[in-house]
């Protein structure tokens, strides 16, 4: 495990006490998993998620940008500070309070879900996320907020507060609805939750060990993430499959 530029150590995974459901590997299956409403869960598709990040809302905003192409929380990406970017990483050690946006919250900022105060998670950089956010800066600066210069916040009217997640599910998805970018009932196609599906499937899709994926997601189990993304790993069994026949039988006839 690499270590950082301050000497420390990531904050290990962990493994257990996170409720989870949906298929979790081929030939098995546990209960669905469902929304506060009792509704079942929808995978996420690749493609459906793409045609919002990519063909809907090009070019993408460094909000959405953060969320869909790092992975981050909805709360943690309104938290994003100028010093979370490093060299070739982002290091996440906050998020915004669900209170936030009311003008007497004391704590705007909590630790991340699943971590405790001082603990952090450390995201790939890609080139083009670094240029993005250099952009955001250059042009729009930051806000202080409780003391902290984040990317996104009000700059006039409710200056100090924070947006919340539910304050920008709110505004997202009304522009959805402004976009035309809605189900035949007029309801939003997406929420925000897809722009982090999105970081999810591609990286899986293409090949990335989904234990470090689940590690840059922040969740605290890998089965949460293997419930939930696994059957988007491609061709795993029949790579496992060619891998072990070439390696304990090279020269044997395969079927």
Known sequence: MRPHEDGRQPFPDRHQGEETGGRS??????????????RRRRDPHPARVRSHCEADLTPVPADRVLASRAGLRISETLAFTADCRRSDFLRMRRQVSSKAHREDCETRFIPLKHRTEGEYRDVPLPDFLAQEIDAHLRDWGTVTASDQEVLFAPRDRAKGTMPTATTYAYHFRKALKDAGIIKPDGSPKYTPHCLRHFFASTALAHGIPIHEVSRWLGHRSIKTT????????????????????????????TS
């Open 25 to 38: 590997h081929r030939g098995s299956q546990t209960a669905p998993q469902r929304n506060s409403r009792g």
């Open 226 to 253: 293997v419930d939930v993304y696994g059957h988007l790993v491609p061709a795993s069994w029949d790579r496992c499959r060619t891998v072990m026949q070439t390696a304990l039988r090279p020269g044997a006839p």
